[in-house]
């Protein structure tokens, strides 16, 4: 069961000064920075930050996150008792995401809160080189189905591909959430106002259903001839005040200036037509992993 479920974790949260919010934001903030960059020297030399050990080798009497790369030798059975116990559901959506984004930054997560599921409290999927793995949460699991022999206390799914073949079925295991996941799951239910999740250096395409991030990528936003791998499409749609046209050389203009600087034509337009009326439209782009969805959730 959930020890904070009929606990007023809004309250808590209301009580705390604004100064000691931000001195706890700022800390944390320092403290993943630090993290992350153990994370990536380490990366850079095959070695795992968690563990020490090589990220293509692994122990079977010291299970890490790094199991879920593939190390040689790695095999399902090894993960059996593993994920019997809570392994923090947090802290591995984080390593999946920073592994994800040091292949190709927010195209390879799909976090879409729109292509998620009515049936389910959270899904995500996550690409790396050649492997896939994919977090499915129903509303049940999250609170853990009553009086079954499996799956009672709360937990989460997992779904693990190796160059498209299924590894881990999202029903093999029932992986216990930890008490610090239930805390964080708790305070995001009751005050979504108060409580935002992070994800520093780990942002996926939900980037775009946060209209506060629109305009910043559209200012950062680079044309590119590798459409498969690009994070985003953009379309603008322009319409010249009523009883006038849109001259052929200010299009031209456009054309030759975006080769120039690999902004979008659309977004030198905006410039150029300023009393034109504009709609710039972003959607995820061809290189974002389809979700991954479980079937037969209960």
Request: glycine share 6%; hydrophobic share 30%; net charge neutral.
């Given at each position: 069961?959930?020890?904070?479920?009929?606990?007023?974790?809004?309250?808590?949260?209301?009580?705390?000064?604004?100064?000691?919010?931000?001195?706890?934001?700022?800390?944390?903030?320092?403290?993943?920075?630090?993290?992350?960059?153990?994370?990536?020297?380490?990366?850079?030399?095959?070695?795992?930050?968690?563990?020490?050990?090589?990220?293509?080798?692994?122990?079977?009497?010291?299970?890490?996150?790094?199991?879920?790369?593939?190390?040689?030798?790695?095999?399902?059975?090894?993960?059996?008792?593993?994920?019997?116990?809570?392994?923090?559901?947090?802290?591995?959506?984080?390593?999946?995401?920073?592994?994800?984004?040091?292949?190709?930054?927010?195209?390879?997560?799909?976090?879409?809160?729109?292509?998620?599921?009515?049936?389910?409290?959270?899904?995500?999927?996550?690409?790396?080189?050649?492997?896939?793995?994919?977090?499915?949460?129903?509303?049940?699991?999250?609170?853990?189905?009553?009086?079954?022999?499996?799956?009672?206390?709360?937990?989460?799914?997992?779904?693990?591909?190796?160059?498209?073949?299924?590894?881990?079925?999202?029903?093999?295991?029932?992986?216990?959430?930890?008490?610090?996941?239930?805390?964080?799951?708790?305070?995001?239910?009751?005050?979504?106002?108060?409580?935002?999740?992070?994800?520093?250096y780990g942002h996926g395409i939900g980037?775009?259903?946060?209209e506060e991030n629109l305009e910043l990528?559209?200012?950062?936003?680079?044309?590119?001839?590798?459409?498969?791998?690009?994070?985003?499409?953009?379309?603008?749609?322009?319409?010249?005040?009523?009883?006038?046209?849109?001259?052929?050389?200010?299009?031209?203009?456009?054309?030759?200036?975006?080769?120039?600087?690999?902004?979008?034509?659309?977004?030198?337009?905006?410039?150029?037509?300023?009393?034109?009326?504009?709609?710039?439209?972003?959607?995820?782009?061809?290189?974002?992993?389809?979700?991954?969805?479980?079937?037969?959730?209960?």
């Open positions: 069961m959930n020890p904070y479920k009929d606990k007023d974790l809004r309250k808590f949260i209301e009580s705390i000064p604004q100064e000691e919010v931000d001195r706890q934001t700022r800390l944390q903030a320092e403290n993943n920075a630090r993290v992350y960059k153990e994370f990536t020297d380490g990366l850079k030399i095959g070695k795992c930050f968690l563990c020490g050990g090589q990220m293509d080798s692994f122990e079977k009497e010291r299970p890490c996150f790094h199991w879920f790369t593939y190390p040689t030798g790695i095999k399902k059975k090894h993960f059996e008792n593993y994920l019997k116990n809570p392994i923090g559901f947090f802290q591995l959506d984080s390593y999946f995401r920073w592994l994800a984004n040091t292949e190709k930054p927010i195209a390879n997560i799909n976090d879409l809160k729109d292509e998620t599921s009515s049936t389910s409290y959270l899904e995500t999927t996550y690409k790396f080189k050649n492997i896939e793995w994919a977090f499915s949460i129903g509303h049940t699991d999250k609170e853990g189905h009553p009086n079954a022999q499996v799956g009672s206390i709360p937990h989460y799914h997992i779904q693990m591909k190796v160059d498209d073949l299924i590894f881990l079925k999202f029903n093999d295991y029932h992986i216990p959430f930890s008490d610090g996941d239930l805390f964080t799951i708790t305070m995001l239910d009751q005050a979504p106002d108060k409580v935002k999740l992070g994800h520093s980037v775009l259903e946060d990528i559209d200012d950062v936003m680079k044309i590119t001839d590798d459409i498969e791998n690009a994070p985003f499409n953009r379309q603008t749609l322009i319409q010249a005040p009523e009883g006038q046209t849109i001259s052929g050389e200010i299009i031209q203009q456009a054309i030759d200036e975006s080769k120039r600087t690999k902004k979008p034509i659309g977004k030198i337009l905006q410039r150029l037509l300023s009393d034109a009326k504009i709609t710039t439209i972003l959607t995820p782009g061809d290189g974002v992993p389809k979700m991954t969805k479980r079937s037969g959730k209960k």
